[in-house]
């Protein structure tokens, strides 16, 4: 019996692992200073593991203001097979290519983009892709952002490795409900 419950020890902690990247709906937050995001959290996997990740999209409203796509891996500093540290900071080596794919998957079909990615860490072991743009400029996270308000059924993030481009970093998160806390986020960031 004591064997039994050994063998059932890991088992059971992939279970609550995975029970605990359930899918939290899109939710929309705003602060006192006007800085709104709506986010989402489910599974996703990095180096084929799965892993929690959350999508924000935020926006800081007005004319010098920005729209940003924060993608956030939990636990990243200690996932082995993808390099993290490539993608730190604004001119990381990473940051300078277009290792990010994003295709929102309409009724009428899905758009696929291209992007080069930034990230950093925050907190002790996570690590938050970030892509950003002015309010005034057309950009791919306007765009993403005005069709995920107008109306998705689902958005999928694949981050490739810098050396070695079949580890990947992916999550497909559910956009069915995700029009109205995107719309109230990008209010004032898309026009």
Same mark, same amino acid.
């Given at each position: 019996?004591?064997?039994?419950?050994?063998?059932?020890?890991?088992?059971l902690?992939?279970?609550?692992?995975?029970?605990?990247?359930?899918?939290?709906?899109?939710?929309?937050?705003?602060?006192?200073?006007?800085?709104?995001?709506?986010?989402?959290?489910?599974?996703?996997?990095?180096?084929?593991?799965?892993?929690?990740?959350?999508?924000?999209?935020?926006?800081?409203?007005?004319?010098?203001?920005?729209?940003?796509?924060?993608?956030?891996?939990?636990?990243?500093?200690?996932?082995?097979?993808?390099?993290f540290?490539?993608?730190?900071?604004?001119?990381?080596?990473?940051?300078?290519?277009?290792?990010?794919?994003?295709?929102?998957?309409?009724?009428?079909?899905?758009?696929?983009?291209?992007?080069?990615?930034?990230?950093?860490?925050? %907190? /002790? !072991?996570?690590?938050?892709?970030? $892509?950003s743009? #002015?309010?005034?400029d057309?950009?791919? @996270? =306007? *765009?993403?952002?005005?069709?995920?308000?107008? %109306? /998705? !059924?689902?958005?999928?993030?694949? $981050?490739?490795? #810098?050396k070695?481009?079949?580890?990947? @970093? =992916? *999550?497909?998160?559910p956009?069915?409900?995700? %029009? /109205?806390?995107?719309?109230?986020?990008?209010?004032?960031?898309?026009?």
């Amino acid at each position: 019996m004591q064997k039994v419950k050994k063998q059932m020890l890991p088992f059971l902690a992939g279970v609550m692992a995975l029970c605990s990247c359930a899918t939290s709906g899109w939710l929309f937050s705003a602060t006192k200073y006007d800085f709104r995001t709506a986010r989402i959290t489910t599974r996703g996997y990095a180096a084929k593991r799965p892993v929690r990740t959350t999508l924000a999209i935020e926006c800081a409203p007005g004319k010098d203001g920005a729209v940003t796509l924060n993608y956030t891996v939990f636990g990243a500093g200690k996932i082995e097979g993808f390099d993290f540290d490539a993608f730190e900071c604004p001119y990381a080596p990473a940051s300078l290519v277009k290792l990010a794919d994003i295709d929102v998957v309409t009724q009428s079909g899905t758009a696929k983009y291209q992007t080069a990615i930034a990230g950093s860490y925050t %907190g /002790a !072991d996570d690590f938050s892709f970030s $892509v950003s743009a #002015m309010n005034k400029d057309r950009s791919v @996270v =306007r *765009t993403i952002a005005e069709t995920l308000a107008a %109306g /998705a !059924d689902r958005i999928v993030i694949t $981050v490739h490795d #810098m050396k070695n481009r079949s580890a990947t @970093v =992916r *999550t497909e998160f559910p956009a069915g409900d995700a %029009g /109205a806390a995107v719309g109230k986020a990008i209010r004032g960031c898309c026009r």
